[in-house]
């Protein structure tokens, strides 16, 4: 939270992304995600882009399900 008890205005986390090779070869091959919030250190895995974005976009909904503000859509 922020002050007041208001939700933080920013985010920042750091992003960490990795190509894990497959048994099959180098078709098999993927990109692994993770994110980690530096203040808390809470950490969050993510088996490929689209679970990454849905993330992020999930961060973005305030508790009333409205768009945070700044959103221009």
């Not at 985010?11 to 070869?25: D, F, H, P, S, V």
């Not at 993770?34 to 679970?51: I, K, Q, Y």
């Amino acid at each position: 939270m922020g002050i007041l008890g208001d939700p933080p205005r920013y985010r920042a986390y750091l992003l960490r992304l990795w190509l894990e090779r497959g048994q099959a070869g180098p078709r098999a091959a993927v990109w692994r995600f993770s994110v980690e919030d530096p203040r808390s250190g809470e950490r969050r895995g993510f088996a490929d882009l689209d679970a990454l974005v849905a993330h992020l976009a999930a961060l973005t909904i305030t508790t009333d399900g409205e768009p945070e503000v700044g959103d221009d859509d």
